[in-house]
């Protein structure tokens, strides 16, 4: 299964899952969530390998390891419904495996370039991911960053990988923008959800792990302006979430929706809205609603 149909998975199943306190242990019912999950699997690590570098990254569907960012999600499926000892025992064997595949092993992105370059994808990732990770502005809250996107982990790359393939940053995300739009070309865009019938050429991509990403796009751009005409708004409020409609449509139900995603839905990207004209994407501003509005 790929990683992106893992990630569509767990967005059906990324809420709080209440487990009976047996299988977790202590009295009452106790919330068994990602966040939980991760605290456990990270617990597990340390006992096993107090060498390690273990960090929390901000996506807590993920951790790091001596480098490696591992993605949680699928494993975390594995054992949402399970209770007992079955639950305990899974958790187990999930982190012997994730101690096993990264002890001594070179984090993914100390492969050459010419291997990986077909697997780099764009993300927008949170204003405060760490410095070290490739990435560039974009608006005021996300950054861009380049990611190897592989079936089993989504990988981020450090700034000091290209130096060590022998390319530019330009070339980096050069090919990563290109395997983007190879992927943008083929997504399904649907209707926007919870809007009047009078806008249907309103558009939303959702749970898709590179929903948001796909507004970096040329390819995808270009689709959304064949469907809703130029200029058109564009919002991104969450990972997999992605929001757009024609500059003459009401924006007031469009952004109340993209508010409501922001605040309710997993993995906040931005409130931001961006508007697209000549093709390129920037900042709306209130000017930008008044200027094209109905």
């Not at 487990?19 to 969530?33: D, F, N, V, Y």
């Not at 739009?181 to 649907?190: F, P, R, T, Y």
């Not at 959304?224 to 919002?235: K, W, Y």
Request: proline share 8%.
């Amino acid at each position: 299964m790929s990683f992106t149909a893992f990630m569509r998975r767990l967005g059906a199943a990324a809420g709080a899952i209440v487990l009976p306190a047996a299988s977790r242990g202590g009295p009452g019912a106790e919330t068994w969530s990602i966040e939980a999950y991760r605290e456990d699997v990270i617990a597990r690590l340390k006992a096993a390998r107090p060498d390690a570098m273990i960090l929390r990254t901000a996506d807590p569907a993920e951790l790091s390891i001596d480098g490696n960012v591992i993605f949680l999600g699928n494993l975390f499926l594995e054992v949402a419904a399970l209770q007992g000892a079955a639950c305990d025992d899974t958790v187990a064997r999930q982190a012997e495996k994730l101690i096993a595949i990264t002890r001594g092993d070179p984090p993914v992105w100390r492969r050459p370039f010419d291997e990986l370059a077909p697997s780099l994808l764009l993300t927008l990732v949170p204003a405060n991911y760490p410095d070290f990770l490739m990435t560039r502005p974009f608006g005021d809250e996300v950054r861009v960053a380049v990611v190897i996107d592989r079936p089993e982990a989504i990988d981020f790359v450090p700034l000091e990988a290209a130096a060590e393939w022998g390319v530019s940053l330009a070339a980096v995300f050069a090919a990563a923008e290109a395997n983007l739009d190879l992927a943008a070309a083929a997504v399904e865009i649907s209707a926007f959800p919870g809007l009047a019938v009078d806008m249907p050429a309103a558009a939303s991509v959702t749970d898709d792990v590179y929903a948001a990403a796909y507004l970096l796009s040329p390819v995808f751009r270009k689709r959304l302006a064949d469907r809703l005409g130029s200029p058109f708004f564009v919002a991104v409020p969450n990972r997999e979430i992605l929001h757009a409609w024609p500059a003459r449509a009401a924006a007031s139900p469009c952004l109340a929706r993209v508010a409501r995603d922001h605040a309710t839905k997993p993995y906040p990207r931005t409130g931001q809205v961006f508007i697209v004209e000549g093709g390129e994407p920037r900042a709306a501003t209130e000017a930008d609603f008044a200027r094209v509005g109905p």
